[in-house]
């Protein structure tokens, strides 16, 4: 029985590339309304944005069953974060100079990346014998 590094890597499956975009879109759908939801009553508001997050990253990978599952909902909210941060001409931005808002954007990728990090992996198959038996 050979490594799973020694594996061949197998094409992934137009069903898995579509599971990963619509969980890229989810991220940076749940880092929109993080960034709503935040400033509101502090620290509640800062918290729920946060386990959500996280719950997302989390249920990601359990449910595809693989790291990678858990990264692309972790990029997109990454992403799209650092580009609400950018100012528009107008002057405006998303979010506020408070402790809070700092909080969100590096308290998020921190959350991120250890979810995404914590996402299952991938198991050889056969039974639950050790290999050396």
Same mark, same amino acid.
């Given at each position: 029985?050979?490594?799973?590094? *020694?594996? #061949?890597?197998?094409? #992934?499956? !137009?069903?898995?590339?579509?599971?990963?975009?619509?969980?890229?879109?989810? @991220? =940076?759908?749940?880092?929109? =309304? @993080?960034?709503?939801?935040?400033?509101?009553?502090? #620290?509640?508001?800062?918290?729920?944005?946060? !386990? &959500?997050?996280? &719950?997302?990253?989390?249920? *990601?990978?359990?449910?595809?069953?693989?790291? @990678?599952? =858990?990264?692309?909902?972790?990029?997109?909210?990454?992403?799209?974060?650092?580009?609400?941060?950018?100012?528009?001409?107008? +002057?405006?931005?998303?979010?506020?100079?408070?402790?809070?808002?700092?909080?969100?954007?590096?308290? +998020?990728? *921190?959350?991120?990346?250890?979810?995404?990090?914590? @996402?299952?992996?991938?198991?050889?198959?056969?039974? +639950?014998?050790?290999?050396?038996?």
């Amino acid at each position: 029985m050979s490594s799973m590094l *020694a594996q #061949p890597l197998r094409k #992934p499956s !137009a069903t898995r590339l579509l599971a990963l975009l619509g969980l890229f879109v989810l @991220g =940076a759908l749940t880092a929109v =309304a @993080g960034a709503l939801v935040q400033p509101a009553l502090f #620290p509640g508001g800062l918290l729920l944005a946060l !386990a &959500g997050e996280a &719950g997302l990253v989390l249920g *990601a990978g359990l449910a595809l069953g693989s790291r @990678g599952a =858990a990264a692309a909902p972790a990029g997109g909210w990454i992403i799209t974060v650092i580009l609400l941060t950018a100012s528009r001409p107008e +002057g405006d931005f998303l979010f506020g100079t408070g402790a809070a808002s700092y909080l969100f954007l590096l308290g +998020g990728m *921190a959350v991120a990346v250890i979810c995404a990090t914590l @996402g299952p992996l991938r198991q050889p198959d056969g039974d +639950g014998a050790r290999l050396g038996k």
